[in-house]
């Protein structure tokens, strides 16, 4: 009875760790995985994470929890996968290191394989993904794959819960004159598509807001962000075949992102 309340005050600690990093000991990687996993509203992989950090020294514990928040970013933000698999997947990876069956992350991560959507498949739903950013959480989370993806392709590492930038929706969640070319079935279908979202300076978001596309493109050239120059530089006009064909580009960057080369 005492070596099972032991084992539970030890799971504990590491729980409200997961549930509230802000106020663990971890170091600020490891909260920061667990604030992720927070924001994803994720909480399948916790019998993994609770038996790794149980098992396995500080190092190899830090890779299984990045591992399962590539794959909560995969298989649940991205893919919307059913859950109930998912959690058959992580129990068992849980039983092997709690048994000694697997001694190690990369023992772990193997047992992941079957939830950890391959490239291909992660990419072909990454470049339909439509978020709506109404909900704030949704808005939260595209800051967040934005400024990834922005950090992938220039280098350049932003804060996603800085307030000194906002979502640009290109076509805007409320298009006015200026915008014929999308049908309002076009619009209601595209607005929400990950390309047609870039980040931008606060300022410069306020003062365009739902202006034309003309009005626009000269700004997003002026970004600091790169991949928003990138977009105003390459698009003359701004069309549903623009949006999708911008949004398979940061599918197959996203790739190179969220990967667990081990199981690539």
């Given at each position: 009875v005492f070596e099972l309340l032991r084992g539970l005050e030890e799971y504990i600690h590491t729980y409200l760790a997961l549930t509230n990093p802000e106020a663990s000991h971890w170091s600020a990687a490891l909260k920061s995985h667990a604030q992720l996993l927070r924001m994803f509203r994720v909480r399948q992989p916790f019998s993994l994470i609770l038996?790794?950090?149980?098992?396995?020294?500080?190092?190899?514990?830090?890779?299984?929890?990045?591992?399962?928040?590539?794959?909560?970013?995969?298989?649940?933000?991205?893919?919307?996968?059913?859950?109930?698999?998912?959690?058959?997947?992580?129990?068992?990876?849980?039983?092997?290191?709690?048994?000694?069956?697997?001694?190690?992350?990369?023992?772990?991560?193997?047992?992941?394989?079957?939830?950890?959507?391959?490239?291909?498949?992660?990419?072909?739903?990454?470049?339909?993904?439509?978020?709506?950013?109404?909900?704030?959480?949704?808005?939260?989370?595209?800051?967040?794959?934005?400024?990834?993806?922005?950090?992938?392709?220039?280098?350049?590492?932003?804060?996603?819960?800085?307030?000194?930038?906002?979502?640009?929706?290109?076509?805007?969640?409320?298009?006015?004159?200026?915008?014929?070319?999308?049908?309002?079935?076009?619009?209601?279908?595209?607005?929400?598509?990950?390309?047609?979202?870039?980040l931008l300076a606060k300022g410069d978001n306020k003062k365009i807001g739902n202006e034309t596309y003309a009005v626009k493109r000269p700004v997003l050239q002026a970004s600091g962000f790169s991949l928003t120059q990138k977009l105003g530089e390459e698009n003359a006009r701004w069309t549903a075949d623009r949006i999708a064909a911008r949004q398979k580009l940061l599918a197959k960057l996203a790739t190179a992102v969220w990967r667990i080369d081990q199981l690539s």
């Open positions: 038996a790794a950090h149980r098992v396995l020294p500080d190092d190899q514990f830090s890779m299984v929890l990045r591992a399962c928040v590539m794959i909560a970013f995969r298989y649940n933000v991205i893919g919307n996968q059913p859950t109930n698999e998912q959690e058959r997947v992580y129990y068992a990876a849980a039983q092997r290191l709690n048994s000694g069956a697997s001694t190690s992350a990369a023992q772990a991560l193997e047992s992941l394989q079957e939830i950890y959507p391959k490239d291909d498949a992660f990419k072909a739903v990454f470049a339909e993904k439509v978020i709506r950013t109404t909900d704030s959480c949704n808005n939260r989370i595209v800051r967040y794959i934005l400024c990834e993806l922005e950090r992938q392709h220039s280098g350049q590492d932003n804060d996603f819960e800085s307030d000194t930038f906002n979502v640009e929706h290109v076509l805007p969640q409320n298009p006015e004159v200026g915008w014929e070319q999308f049908t309002d079935e076009d619009a209601e279908a595209m607005v929400y598509r990950i390309g047609n979202m870039a």
